[in-house]
């Protein structure tokens, strides 16, 4: 009977993380998808924003995207101008912004709410699955989502790439 129930809980598990990846997004170029482009694959989804204090972190993922892509990784940036309004201009300005500015190859995806009514469903999968459920506190936040889907951690704004907590954190989730 135990084992039924820790199957039972396995799957129910397993279900709730696959649920990521029937999540619609819109990437910053407009085509709409689904997470399921990145199932398998080792996410770290950060909120951007081009004028705020944190933003020079777009070169640590860039970095962090470059160095651990060819063994699964994917950074992620969703800009949001809810802290701020430090991310005012369209998705064609962002985009221009993030490859002038910092060279950005990572994925990006379309503006949206992290917080409030109109949070965005990857957000409130990322909420709803992280031990941390308060609301996204700033620009910059990042969560760390393992190979299946898993919600590993999350790292609040002044967590930088460069920071062996999160680089250790990625390094284990691609083994």
């Known amino acids: 009977m135990i084992k ?67 063994k699964g990784l994917v950074v992620l940036g ?23 500015k910092y060279n950005i190859k990572f994925p990006m995806l379309k503006k949206a709410d992290v917080n409030g009514p109109n949070r965005h469903p990857l957000y409130q999968f990322l909420l709803s699955n992280s031990s941390d459920k308060n609301d996204i506190q700033w620009n910059f936040e990042k969560f760390l989502i393992d190979k299946n889907g898993k919600v590993m951690a999350r790292f609040n704004s002044k967590t930088t790439p460069e920071s062996l907590d999160l680089i250790n954190l990625v390094e284990k989730s691609l083994k």
């Open 4 to 70: 039924l129930f820790l199957i039972g809980a396995i799957f129910v598990m397993a279900t709730e993380n696959s649920k990521l990846y029937e999540i619609p997004v819109t990437s910053i170029d407009g085509k709409l998808t689904t997470m399921k482009d990145y199932a398998g694959k080792t996410l770290l989804i950060v909120n951007t924003a081009s004028k705020c204090g944190y933003t020079p972190q777009y070169e640590g993922l860039e970095v962090l995207y470059e160095k651990y892509k060819d």
């Open 78 to 100: 969703m800009p949001c101008n809810q802290f701020g309004s430090q991310e005012p201009g369209t998705e064609a300005e962002i985009k221009k912004f993030c490859t002038l």
